[in-house]
């Protein structure tokens, strides 16, 4: 079975300030996909990042950026220079590929205060 | 990539009720899921549809509550039947890319959300 914990679910920050979301996963699968997902008040889900098994390069996407480390199966997310506009839920999320279900984790909700 | 819509896009209902969501994509696509997200929570799966065949329903959910239709690669319908201020949630469909670019990405639509009196 598939598992994603998150295991802040609140932090908060003051703008300007870095901060990182922590994401542990556990899968039997050899090939999986991660996600990051933001969910903002009004409720619509965005897609922030996939990353799939075979591909351990960090990335950095503007002020996000992605550790992926298999050895911890852990695939953290860290916004640099936080925003008020960064206040949302973020979801990390594990998928087996092919067209299997994706498990969500339970997210982590971010205020950043101004 | 696909563009998903849905609709409604908020409903507010009454208790014994039936609701039927309608998800369309902008593509064909061979997989759509359907996901409940009560409130303060996370996404869980509820159904899997395929067109032509019945959805496949996870642990916890049932047809007769959650009746869904595929007609074609494009449309799903997911319809919350009898319906108690339990399901007040948001329901979201969602669909695998099956193109280069964007493979195994999953796209979500808008969501549907449902307060039930």
């Known amino acids: 079975a598939q598992k994603v914990t998150q295991a802040q679910t609140e932090i908060s920050v003051v703008e300007k300030e870095d901060v990182t979301l922590d994401c542990v996963y556990e899968?039997?699968?050899?090939?999986?996909?991660l996600f990051w997902y933001k969910q903002p008040p009004s409720g619509e889900l965005v897609f922030l990042i996939r990353r799939n098994s075979f591909d351990e390069q960090n990335e950095i996407s503007g002020r996000y950026s992605w550790n992926f480390q298999k050895s911890t199966s852990s695939f953290n997310f860290t916004i640099t220079a936080s925003q008020v506009v960064d206040s949302a839920v973020y979801f990390c999320?594990?998928?087996?590929?092919?067209?299997?279900?994706?498990?969500f984790g339970i997210g982590t909700k971010l205020q950043v205060i101004p | 990539s696909a563009v998903i819509s849905q609709k409604p896009s908020r409903d507010i209902c009454q208790r014994g009720t039936s609701l039927t969501i309608q998800c369309q994509v902008d593509s064909q696509v061979t997989m759509m899921f359907w996901y409940r997200q009560q409130p303060g929570q996370s996404l869980t799966l509820i159904a899997t549809a395929n067109q032509g065949s019945e959805a496949t329903y996870e642990s916890g959910f049932v047809i007769d509550k959650f009746p869904i239709s595929r007609p074609n690669l494009t449309f799903s319908t997911l319809t919350v039947s009898n319906m108690s201020p339990e399901d007040s949630s948001i329901y979201l469909c969602?669909?695998?890319?099956?193109?280069?670019?964007?493979?195994?990405?999953?796209?979500f639509g808008p969501g549907t959300r449902l307060t039930v009196l």
């Open positions: 899968t039997r699968d050899t090939t999986y996909y």
């Open positions: 999320a594990l998928s087996g590929g092919g067209y299997q279900k994706v498990t």
């Open positions: 969602s669909v695998e890319a099956n193109d280069r670019v964007s493979y195994n990405e999953q796209f």
